[in-house]
Structures are given as structure tokens and as C-alpha cells.
């Protein structure tokens, strides 16, 4: 079993920056790959950005040049640092733990950009 816990979220104007953190615990091991997702009011849940065991990165061309996916290896933290927020930002971000049996999945952050 993964645990994940999401936090950094919150109220920020537009064009300034918050850095969301997912912090896994227990079988930290079996985990491939982490990702951010996300889900703004009455939408689907849309994939943001992906980092893979390796440090490979990828990114949703909506966040592309304004997010950044890292991780902490001796930490088992994943962080996404997002700059020029934008009102279409605002939504409930997830971090997702891809890993060798099933997927899961963290209790949410909001993030919320005002205009």
C-alpha cells in the first residue's frame, strides 16, 4: 500500500506562483512513476504532468513552460512548482503514484487563482 498527501495549496493572484507537494509513504518502492493531476469544477480530471523514476519529465501543453515536476528522492516528495498562474488553473490537484500492481491516488489540494 502507497499513502499520499497532498499540500501547498491555496488563494493566489494571477501571474504568481504556489509549489504543491505530494509526500508518499509505505511501499515507496513499487512506485514507477508519480504525476499530477487535476480537476476544475464540473470538468473531467485532466493529467498535468508526469516524472518518472529516472527524472524523465512531461507535461500537459496547458502547464508547459509554466509548471515544473521534480521529485525528492530521499524525501519520497514530489513537487510542482507553478508560475503565471492563470483563473483556468483553478481546480482540486491530485498527485497520482503509478505503481507495479495498481495506481493511487492523494485526498486533493485546491488551488484557487483569482483575476
Known amino acids: 500500500q502507497v499513502q499520499l498527501v497532498e499540500s501547498g495549496g491555496g488563494l493566489v493572484q494571477a501571474g504568481g506562483s504556489l509549489r504543491l507537494s505530494c509526500a508518499a509513504s509505505?511501499?515507496?518502492?513499487?512506485?514507477?512513476?508519480m504525476d499530477w493531476c487535476r480537476q476544475a469544477p464540473g470538468k473531467q480530471r485532466e493529467w498535468v504532468a508526469t516524472i518518472t523514476s529516472g527524472g524523465s519529465t512531461n507535461y500537459a501543453n496547458s502547464v508547459k513552460g509554466r509548471f515544473t515536476i521534480s521529485r525528492d528522492n530521499a524525501k519520497n516528495t514530489v513537487y510542482l512548482q507553478m508560475n503565471s498562474l492563470k483563473p483556468e488553473d483553478t481546480a482540486v490537484y491530485y498527485c497520482?503514484?503509478?505503481?507495479?500492481?495498481?495506481?493511487?491516488w492523494g485526498q486533493g489540494t485546491q488551488v484557487t487563482v483569482s483575476s
Open positions: 497520482r503514484a503509478r505503481a507495479t500492481i495498481r495506481n493511487y
Open positions: 509505505g511501499s515507496t518502492g513499487s512506485i514507477n512513476i
